[in-house]
């Protein structure tokens, strides 16, 4: 194997080895603070449709609804995956308003103690 090819290898398994300690990171961060944290975002995301506010909610709701998956909570791993379709939506500039907001206070009555 070349230099060149042994480096480039070299690099790459580094930064998959940081984006994964980044992701296990968030994860922890993210169900420290629970749903708390998400419910939070979500909102501010679904009142002012600010894409970075968005682009975290979705991130957090996204770690939210694997956890639900691992622990095999399937009913509030589907309410968390309507929220973020409604969470792109607003990203989007297509929002869905109350109904949004409705989904989001669904999934938090569907998932307690996530």
Known sequence: MSLARHS??????????IVLAAMAS???EVNAQGFDRFNSGALRCLQSGHRGVCQRALDDAEVLQ????SRQA?????????VQADLILQQLGDGRGDRAI???QAARRGCPGL
């Open 66 to 69: 694997r956890l639900a998956s």
């Open 102 to 104: 409705s989904d989001l």
């Open 8 to 17: 480039a290898i070299g690099l790459i398994s580094a930064r998959v080895v």
């Open 26 to 28: 968030g994860a922890s």
């Open 74 to 82: 399937y009913p509030c791993q589907t309410l968390l995956l309507g």
